[in-house]
Every structure is written in structure tokens, then in C-alpha cells.
């Protein structure tokens, strides 16, 4: 088995929380080798950063919440992280997202709307979306493209009204359907109708037939598939040929707006002489005499022991397969076999509702103030390994509207950690 040169640190996963501490410490100057399986939930998820959005209520503010929530469940990731970390890891992530403006503060939560017209709240969120905040809004339009069957205007602006009612908000929802032709296809992806927008001439065509749909609506949401790394150009030019505010409505997976999140992060990482490794996973710890020296990885039929310094490890939940729970209900952390915090051996994992609080949402690892996953006894499994994102144990993060601001906040916590003890 050959050993790969030294880094100084090898970070695991390519999701938000991965790539926040990847950029942060290539850019602090170290030598970071980012190792990930796959692309993570960035692709998949709205790249909204939602911060706390029901604790169990709708939360208006995240930051007057925080506190309360943190007291209730001391067991959260966010009791780790201070106010000051969220807003800086805010700040830091709309400094590093030039292209794409995020919008928004921890203090306060808008009300976006979902491709199905849930009204959901979210805190930082792409400039491309925030004019569909229905707090601002009495008279909207939905507009979908009839060649993207994923998404129905009709089923949005329906539950969107009724949704905005029963928060106590006046709202009209209008939906609109237009019949642009793409290629002569029928069925178009998320992705396909992105490169579409960057083309002129189709976004002037769609845009003109937008224009005549609507009346007297405030605004028109449209899917959130208004280019890809020139969305800026495309989302202001679109507005002109429409005519009034448009806003994008993210839509399910694939993620338009997710994939020019992850593309901005990666370039970022790349520009600050980090090395991106896709396709190859983490299978368990290098060790000299206990101690955590690097981590082997799997790629091309053969594994490899990659030496660092330091590991973060950001490889997610359940969902990425960070952590994998047999039909025995064992869990077991996939990439260096630390130990997992789950439903105890004399708990049912689910409970027989669907919508209950089921005891393994919050499987994960447990971790000390400076995110060193630690056993059983508390004390740190390594000194020199760090967790963040979803990885970390105690959060519900489908359910609290929390998933991306746990994983950016302790992203940057994680390098932040790393860097006082390099300074
Ligand atoms: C469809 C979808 C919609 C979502 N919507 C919302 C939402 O509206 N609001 C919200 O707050 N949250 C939402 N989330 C959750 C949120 O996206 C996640 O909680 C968060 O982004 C997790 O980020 P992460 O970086 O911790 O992990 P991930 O993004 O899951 O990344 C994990 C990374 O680790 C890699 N990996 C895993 N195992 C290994 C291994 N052994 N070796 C090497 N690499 C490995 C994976 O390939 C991946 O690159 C959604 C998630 C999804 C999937």
C-alpha cells in the first residue's frame, strides 16, 4: 500500500459543511485535500440557508429563538455554536458567494414559497428568490413551463393561498402555464431548462410570453431555473422582458440553485490551491500508536492512507451515507468507526406514526466544544479530528428547518477550531 504526500489537513465530504471548512483553511493558507463519495445535499437540497424555522412553532427569528431552543435541547449542535459564529459564518459565506448574492440575517426568517406552495422560513437565501417573501406580497402570480413536469403552478398557487390564509396573511396566487417550445421535447429537466435560460433568445421568448400572462399581479415566481453560473445576468434580464419583479421558486431534485452553490464553494476551494478528490471514499482511520495520522481511502480498486495533520470530518447523516444503520438497527459511522449516538439497544428506532418524533432522526455523532467527536467516557476519540454538519448528532434538521445552518455554522467552526491550534 503506497501513502499519498502529506496535507495538512484532509477534510471528508463535499456537502456545505465540508466545503465551508475546506475553503476556510485553504484560504487560511493550508494544504487541505477535500476526499468525498459524492456530491452531497448541495445539489439536491434548495441551498436556502435556513437557520431554525419551527422550534416546535414557526419561528420568526432565529437569533430571539436560539437561546430558548438551545436550553430545551442541550444535546443540539447549535447549543456549539455561539451567535457570533452564525452571524460570522453568515457573513463569511456571503463574502464567498460572489456571482450569487445571498440575502437575509439570522435575525429574521421570510417566508418562501415551495414548489408545492408551502410557505417555509428561511433566513440567508439567494437574492434570486427573496421577492418571493409572501409578508410583502397581496397579489402574486406562479408560473410554471408545461415541458417541466415537476412542477404544477395550479398545486402552488393553491396551497400557497390557502397556506398564506391560515398564517393570516392576504394573499391572491394566480397560477400561469406557458407553452414554450424546448427542442421539440416534452419533458424537460431542471438542468437542461438552466442552459436554456442562458440563451437569449429563449429567455426572451419565454419572457414575452410571461409578460402577456399576467395582469396586475405584484410579482411572478417562477422554478428556479434562470441560468447556472451566470444567473445574475439571466435573473435581471429575465425581470426586464417580464416586467415586473420575478422571483425563483426552488424546485425538488436535482437543485439548480444547489448546483451553483456547490459550483461557487468548489471554485473557491480550487482558486485558494485546495484538491478536490471526488469519487473516492474514506474507509477508516490511519494510525501510528493510537493516534489519528491520516485516513485511508478508497478509489480506483485500491486504498490509499492519505497523512494530514488534521481530519474534519463533514461525510452527513443517514442521507450520504456518513452513518449507516443495518436491519438490526446497528448504526455505525461509515467513515472512520467512531461511535454513534442512536436509539438506545432498548428503543424502537421509529415510532409506529410517520409524522412522530422518531428517536433515530437525531442519530449522530456526540461532540466536545471544539467538535471532536468523543466516545462514550466524553473524552475526544482524536485530538486532531474535527466534525461538522450533519454528521453531528442531536439535531432534527428535516423537521426544524436547521439542516444548512448547523452544517455552515459548524463548517466554519471546525476550521476555526483548526486554525487557533496551527496559529
Ligand atoms: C433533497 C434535500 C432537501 C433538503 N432541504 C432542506 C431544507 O429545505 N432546509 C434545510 O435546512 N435542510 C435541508 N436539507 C438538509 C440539508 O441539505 C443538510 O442537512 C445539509 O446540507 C447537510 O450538509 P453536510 O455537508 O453535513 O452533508 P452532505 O451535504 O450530506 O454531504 C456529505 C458529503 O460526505 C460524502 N461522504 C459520505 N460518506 C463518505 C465517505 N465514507 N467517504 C468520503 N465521502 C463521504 C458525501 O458524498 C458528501 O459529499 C435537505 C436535504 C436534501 C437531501
Not at 437569533?63 to 435541547?73: C, K
Not at 410570453?209 to 395582469?215: D, F, I, K, P, T
Not at 472512520?336 to 410517520?354: E, H, I, T
Request: proline share 7%.
Amino acid at each position: 500500500m503506497t501513502e499519498t504526500r502529506h496535507a495538512d489537513v484532509v477534510v471528508l465530504g463535499a456537502g456545505l459543511a465540508g466545503l465551508t471548512a475546506a475553503v476556510r483553511l485553504a484560504e487560511a493558507g493550508l494544504k487541505v485535500v477535500t476526499v468525498a463519495k459524492g456530491l452531497g445535499s448541495l445539489r439536491l437540497a434548495p441551498a436556502t440557508i435556513d437557520i431554525l424555522g419551527y422550534a416546535p412553532q414557526r419561528v420568526d427569528s432565529p437569533t430571539a429563538s436560539l437561546p430558548g431552543f438551545v436550553a430545551a435541547h442541550p444535546q443540539h449542535p447549535y447549543s456549539l455554536v455561539s451567535a457570533q459564529v452564525l452571524a460570522a459564518s453568515v457573513s463569511w459565506l456571503k463574502d464567498h458567494v460572489d456571482g450569487y448574492s445571498y440575502v437575509g440575517e439570522p435575525s429574521t426568517n421570510m417566508l418562501l414559497p415551495t414548489a408545492i406552495g408551502v410557505p417555509r422560513p428561511s433566513a440567508v437565501v439567494p437574492k434570486t428568490m427573496v421577492g418571493g417573501d409572501i409578508r410583502d406580497l397581496s397579489t402574486v402570480a406562479v408560473a410554471g413551463l408545461r415541458v417541466l413536469k415537476d412542477f404544477h403552478p395550479a398545486l402552488a398557487a393553491e396551497n400557497l393561498q390557502a397556506a398564506a390564509a391560515a398564517a393570516g396573511l392576504s394573499l391572491q396566487v394566480r397560477p400561469v402555464m406557458l407553452d414554450v417550445p424546448v427542442d421539440g421535447e416534452v419533458d424537460v429537466g431542471t438542468l437542461a431548462l438552466a442552459r436554456h435560460f442562458s440563451d437569449k433568445k429563449f429567455r426572451t421568448a419565454v419572457g414575452a410570453e410571461l409578460r402577456r400572462a399576467l395582469s396586475d399581479e405584484q410579482a411572478v415566481g417562477v422554478p428556479a431555473v434562470l441560468g447556472l453560473d451566470d444567473v445574475q445576468e439571466v435573473w435581471s434580464q429575465f425581470t426586464e422582458e417580464v416586467g415586473k419583479p420575478v422571483f425563483e421558486i426552488p424546485t425538488i431534485p436535482p437543485s439548480v440553485p444547489g448546483m451553483r452553490l456547490a459550483a461557487l464553494l468548489q471554485a473557491r476551494f480550487r482558486a485558494a490551491g485546495g484538491r478536490l478528490v471526488l469519487g473516492a471514499q474514506a474507509t477508516g482511520p490511519e494510525l501510528r500508536d493510537g493516534k489519528l495520522v491520516g485516513v485511508r481511502v478508497a478509489a480506483a480498486a485500491r486504498e490509499t492512507p492519505r497523512l494530514c495533520r488534521w481530519v474534519v470530518l463533514a461525510t452527513g447523516g443517514l442521507a450520504s451515507g456518513g452513518i449507516d444503520v443495518d436491519l438490526a438497527g446497528h448504526a455505525a459511522e461509515t467513515a472512520l468507526g467512531l461511535p454513534v449516538r442512536g436509539p438506545g439497544a432498548d428503543q424502537a428506532a421509529f415510532l409506529p406514526s410517520y409524522l412522530a418524533d422518531h428517536p433515530i432522526d437525531t442519530i449522530g455523532l456526540t461532540v466536545d466544544a471544539n467538535l471532536r467527536p468523543a466516545g462514550p467516557d466524553g473524552e475526544p476519540v482524536y485530538q486532531n479530528l474535527r466534525a461538522a454538519g450533519a454528521i453531528i448528532g442531536g439535531a432534527r434538521p428535516w423537521r426544524e428547518k436547521s439542516g444548512d445552518g448547523i452544517s455552515l455554522s459548524t463548517g466554519y467552526l471546525a476550521a476555526e477550531s483548526i486554525l487557533q491550534e496551527a496559529r
